[in-house]
């Protein structure tokens, strides 16, 4: 851990011009994330820019077309836990509240979920080669040990996973990522927002780094009736998704007039297919639809090695959440599969 | 009389207040002036040599001190010998600095001495080493061929080979009538207490130092220090009042301590060092193990053949091994048998005692193969540990000095209520879930050290009993201070337990469940004769009723002498002292195992564990909904400390079974998940209803206490019920360790 200079941002446009001046600078949020790779060598910034304090971060609001601003640096804990979040879009919260623990959910901000790092082991050991930390020098995740790994959307520079709850509910609402920077301001949507690794691992998402994210918007429609969050972990709680899905529906008796169904833990973003979407749309709302839909999903996906299982378990967790999702109350806390 | 006892009442541990509240100190916690702090460099090689190390970027940050590494270092001693430990496995110890060789990867290669921690970490980073790496082997899978048996020596005592075959094994078990062969792996663990390891050394000058250490064992460390640095033995004191959980990692001293009295010296100055959380990953560890298992029956369910044979992970260094291999015929008869238990020394750092060693990775293979064995005979899993239920340990052919684990299935059993179970595989449902139960047997060494403890009676009526044992969260304070009290006849205020301090006479280290029997013991043994010279001296009193009372006329009680025959005649034991003067009466005494007596005994405690678990159906997600252990461990002295030592072992259970892993990438020669994020352990959400019994035990053979200790018991059983419990819900047997839930789909 280096040395390094401190910045509390008066406002927006100060965080922004001091980033805009320093390569190596950083903004800092909850630093749940940040701290913990700076720890391990893997983040050196010269100088931290807090932006805890931004007023215009800060609020939770209702638009007036409809839908909902989540501050980017409203928490985890207080986003979760907002009435509005909890009553129109409980698909989040139940995201937001199956991530970590208690204690770092108090501590994170929204905007810094969505840029937070993948779990990759490689990644995070600063003494061994990964293309995603020095771009060229190689990935032994691919034949190490790979069991939290990706199973879509891999490329041959990288199969890292990128690890966030929030964010595979926030796909799966169509959610609005708004930025400002430099030139102005600009808004991404969801699906846009983190990208495919392809041959530049080392870029997790689309923001430039002298951008900052001021709020993430939620249209209106939050699928409060039909919804369900299953994270399927190797313990309980407090460990990151082996495979999660979300699932929105939106039903007329038991026929699917709307469907969202995003994945996380087996992509470098949270997965959606709109071809699944669109099959299942106008189709009943049972098992072997959601099969179906979840072969749209899987096709191509590809293990190696020890994540091999994630194939059969994402197709047993389609299914299982979409009828979990006909009966949000079913299901146990903790994301856990219904009783 | 035994109104007033303690021993046997269930009592709130004594320092509770002083950790919930945070003034209870840890080894990195004292404030000491002009500290400086250092920070450990830890090889990214996994194998090989340091061909340079240039320092300069790193001292010409302000507030550096010094890099100490092999090519600086002061002057060591340089036999073996010195460097030995306790609890040192026979070969050659592993010497921090030493040369330019690397043997593992995490070694620590150098040590950053700075004013403050965090210029000493960064600086850790700015030195520029150059290194020649070799071709390594961290693989047990892959390096079977290498197996061999491993070498005698020190230790060879407490953890002796497995004994010779008896009877005829391959045959019998190749014309048995009913057989089970299997191959069981468990992974590599570590220990990782939540405080991480740590040393304050306050330099004392003259060659006298002052150690705060985390440590099981004080005088342990004392001797290791004074040894290796050439320092007299009364001059170094190794303090550890608090320990933060160890597991056995404190069983040995640890590098960090090494490091920070070698600073401290060097630079004479107090030193500190603290090692981070991947660093406690650099040194020992429960070692990764193939286990073969080959038991056979009659149609009866009688055994005729166990074979057990073992084969471990150790260091290229020293051969590590743990017991293993003859449990199976500790428990359960059977004429004939082969235990085996060999070694596979790779490009690690030496394994160490890990809660329940040998016991629990053993137990969990010998009590999976006993419930297949049962399934192939149709027999219930229970009734086939009573079939073959002795009450003569097999292995020696010794009876045991008590055996209450009849009693610990019987009451288990009935309380997790086994006879509802349907035997069929997948027969029981709730929901969604698939529902399982599981059962398996416990058994553990009843362990007793010699200890010597000195007992003080002083002019206030306080009593100060004074030994050199850690409490390492177990409850030690608690329950030594219930034991002379009861003695004395005091009451628990009464009563100071001074301890964690190498300068208070002999404890052996805390391991093995052994600390209760063995302090506990000692404090019998010299109340004894405190007893005594109290007595003596009240009798010089001018005209004492105790003039002419024996030993055996007298009992004491609420701070009092009486007369057995005439209660009213009693005099307060602070009349005593003051009639002495005001001079405390003391006393130091040794108790240790009657070696010639139990010598024709086994000794050891016992435990049932009875587990129901949830399967999910679709997605195979494992819950561990309810657990009952019922442990026969002789007399329990605190019956809400031992529970607490119960319920958290068995909770270690469903950790070894589910969840915990270190994992080694064999091509690197590294741990991939070293922090607490990614090594799993059971959180709240994964911990169930747990249920602890203590089975009635009393044993008048084993020591003056009838103690046994309870710290591994309950874990041993427990990984093997809830595997079998897995097998019972789903149909499906999975023979290696941590089970992960995707292997249930
Ligand atoms: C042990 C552990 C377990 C966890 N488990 C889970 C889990 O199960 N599921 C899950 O989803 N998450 C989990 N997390 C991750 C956690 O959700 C993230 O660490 C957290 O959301 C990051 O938010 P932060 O505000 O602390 O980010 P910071 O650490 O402050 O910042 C992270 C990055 O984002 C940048 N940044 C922050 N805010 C902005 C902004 N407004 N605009 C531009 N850049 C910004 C920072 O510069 C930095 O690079 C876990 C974390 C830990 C430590």
């Not at chain 1, 923001?207 to 369900?228: C, Q, R």
């Not at chain 2, 349907?422 to 010699?450: C, H």
């Not at chain 2, 009451?491 to 190498?502: A, I, T």
């Not at chain 2, 400390?641 to 969840?659: C, Y």
Request: glycine share 8%; net charge neutral.
């Amino acid at each position: 851990m280096n040395n390094f200079g401190y910045k509390q941002a008066e406002d927006t446009r100060e965080a922004i011009s001091l980033i805009e001046h320093n390569e190596t600078a950083k903004f800092v949020a909850g630093g749940t994330n940040l701290i913990d790779l700076w720890k391990y060598n893997i983040a050196n910034p010269s100088q931290l820019i807090d932006i805890n304090h931004l007023a215009e971060l800060s609020e939770i609001k209702t638009l007036e077309h409809g839908g909902l601003r989540l501050g980017a640096g409203v928490k985890n804990a207080d986003t979760a836990y907002h009435p509005v979040v909890e009553h129109q879009y409980p698909l989040l919260s139940k995201a937001i509240l199956a991530g970590a623990s208690a204690q770092i959910r108090n501590m994170a901000s929204n905007g810094g979920n969505l840029l937070q790092r993948t779990r990759c082991y490689y990644f995070y050991d600063a003494e061994v080669p990964c293309n995603k930390r020095i771009p060229g020098s190689g990935c032994p995740a691919k034949d190490g040990y790979n069991r939290i790994h990706a199973i879509l959307g891999t490329s041959e520079h990288c199969i890292a996973v990128f690890p966030s709850d929030m964010c595979v509910a926030l796909a799966a609402l169509d959610a609005v990522v708004n930025i400002t920077g430099p030139t102005g301001n600009r808004s991404i949507a969801f699906a846009d927002f983190h990208r495919l690794p392809d041959n530049r691992p080392d870029l997790d998402n689309n923001l430039k780094k002298d951008e900052l994210i001021t709020s993430i918007d939620l249209p209106e429609k939050g699928f409060a009736a039909n919804y369900a969050y299953l994270k399927l972990r190797d313990r309980h709680s407090y460990a990151f998704a082996l495979v999660s899905v979300a699932t929105a529906l939106e039903l007329k008796g038991n026929t699917i007039e709307d469907v969202k169904i995003a994945l996380g833990g087996v992509a470098h973003k949270p997965w959606r297919s709109t071809e699944a979407e669109e099959f299942l749309k106008g189709k009943a709302a049972n098992a072997e639809n959601f099969s179906i839909a979840a072969d749209l999903i899987l096709q191509g996906a590809k293990g190696f090695g020890y994540n091999e299982f994630k194939i059969k378990l994402a197709k047993k967790a389609i299914i299982r959440n979409g009828l979990m999702a006909l009966n949000p109350e079913s299901q146990l806390p903790g994301a856990q599969p219904s009783a | 009389m035994e109104l007033n006892k303690t021993v046997g009442k269930s009592i709130s541990r004594l320092e509770g207040k002083l950790k919930v509240t945070g003034a209870a100190k840890y080894a990195a916690e004292y404030k000491v002036d002009d500290l400086l702090h250092g920070y450990v460099v830890s090889s990214p090689v996994t194998k090989g040599k340091i061909t340079k190390i240039d320092t300069s970027r790193a001292m010409a940050i302000p507030g550096v001190i010094e890099v100490l590494s092999h090519e600086n270092r002061p002057k060591l001693a340089w036999f073996d010998l010195q460097y030995m430990d306790m609890d040192a496995p026979p070969g050659t110890v592993f010497k921090p600095l030493y040369d330019e060789n690397i043997l593992y990867n995490g070694q620590p290669i150098a040590l950053v001495v700075a004013r403050d921690f965090e210029t000493a970490r960064y600086a850790s980073a700015q030195i520029d080493f150059e290194f020649e790496e070799e071709i390594f082997q961290t693989c047990l899978e892959d390096n079977l061929d290498k197996a061999r048996p491993a070498k005698k020596g020190f230790a060879t005592a407490l953890k002796p080979p497995p004994p010779p075959p008896t009877g005829e094994f391959e045959t019998a078990f190749a014309n048995a009538a009913v057989k089970v062969e299997s191959e069981f792996q468990h992974g590599t663990e570590h220990h990782n207490p939540i405080e991480l390891f740590a040393t304050t050394t306050v330099y004392e000058g003259k060659g006298k130092l002052t150690i705060y250490d985390k440590t099981q064992g004080t005088i342990n460390n004392q001797l290791f220090v004074a040894n290796i640095f050439g320092l007299r033995y009364k001059n170094v004191r190794v303090l550890a009042p608090f320990v933060g959980g160890a597991f056995g990692s404190g069983l040995r001293p640890q590098y960090q301590l090494f490091l920070c009295v070698m600073a401290a010296l060097h630079l004479k100055q107090n030193v500190r060092v603290v090692l981070d959380r991947k660093q406690m990953f650099s040194f020992s560890h429960r070692p990764p193990a193939i286990q073969k298992m080959r038991f056979a029956s009659d149609m009866n369910g009688r055994l005729t053949a166990l074979g057990h044979e073992v084969v471990a992970e150790t260091s290229n260094f020293e051969d590590y091994t743990e017991p293993t291999a003859s449990w199976s015929h500790r428990l359960y008869p059977a004429p004939n048998t082969l235990f085996k238990h060999k070694i596979v020394p790779l490009d690690v750092y030496t394994p160490m005692d890990m809660r329940a060693p040998g016991g629990s990775t053993a137990l969990h293979a010998i009590e999976c193969t006993m419930d297949e064995l049962s399934y192939k005979l149709k027999i219930d899993p229970l009734e086939l540990r009573l079939i073959n239920y002795s009450d003569v340990d097999q292995a020696s052919k010794k009876p045991y000095t008590s055996k209450a684990l009849r009693e610990c299935y019987l009451q288990a059993a009935e309380k997790f209520g086994w006879k509802d179970r349907n035997p069929e595989p997948r027969s029981m449902k709730r929901g969604n879930k698939l529902v399982g139960y599981g059962m398996a047997t416990g058994i553990w060494d009843a362990y007793q050290f010699p200890a010597r403890v000195q007992l003080m009676m002083n002019s206030d009526g306080l009593l100060v009993v004074n030994n050199a044992t850690t409490d390492i969260g177990t409850g030690t304070l608690t329950v030594m201070t219930q034991i002379a009290a009861d003695e004395l006849g005091l009451s628990l205020e009464n009563v100071d337990f001074r301890y964690g301090d190498s300068k208070k006479p002999f404890s052996m280290f805390q391991g093995g469940s052994a600390i209760t029997s063995s302090t506990g013991v000692a404090i019998v043994v010299a109340a004894r004769a405190l007893r005594k010279k109290l007595l003596k001296k009240a009798a010089e009193m001018n005209s004492s009723p105790f003039k002419k009372a024996g030993d055996e006329d007298v009992f004491f009680e609420s701070g009092n002498m009486h007369l057995k025959k005439d209660p009213a005649v009693m005099i307060s034991l602070k009349d005593i002292i003051a009639f002495n003067k005001g001079i405390p009466i003391k006393t130091t005494n040794m108790g240790k195992p009657h070696m010639l007596k139990l010598r024709k005994y086994s000794l050891a405690t016992h435990s049932a564990s009875f587990v129901e678990v949830e399967v999910d159906q679709d997605v195979g997600t494992v819950t561990v909904t309810r657990a009952v252990t019922a442990v026969a461990a002789g007399k329990i002295i605190n019956p809400k400390t031992a529970r607490s030592q119960i319920l958290g072992s068995m909770i270690w259970g469903v950790s070894k079974a589910l969840h915990e892993e270190t994992i080694m990438d064999a091509k690197l020669g590294k741990y991939m998940n070293a922090n607490l994020g990614e090594y799993h352990i059971p959180v709240h959400a994964d911990i169930g209803e747990l249920d602890v019994i203590f089975a009635d035990e009393k044993d008048e053979l084993i020591n003056e206490l009838g103690t046994k200790g309870v710290g591994e018991i309950g874990l041993v059983g427990m990984p093997a019920a809830i595997s079998n419990a897995i097998f019972h819900a789903t149909g499906k047997r999975i023979y290696k360790l941590p089970i992960h839930f995707d292997e249930l789909i």
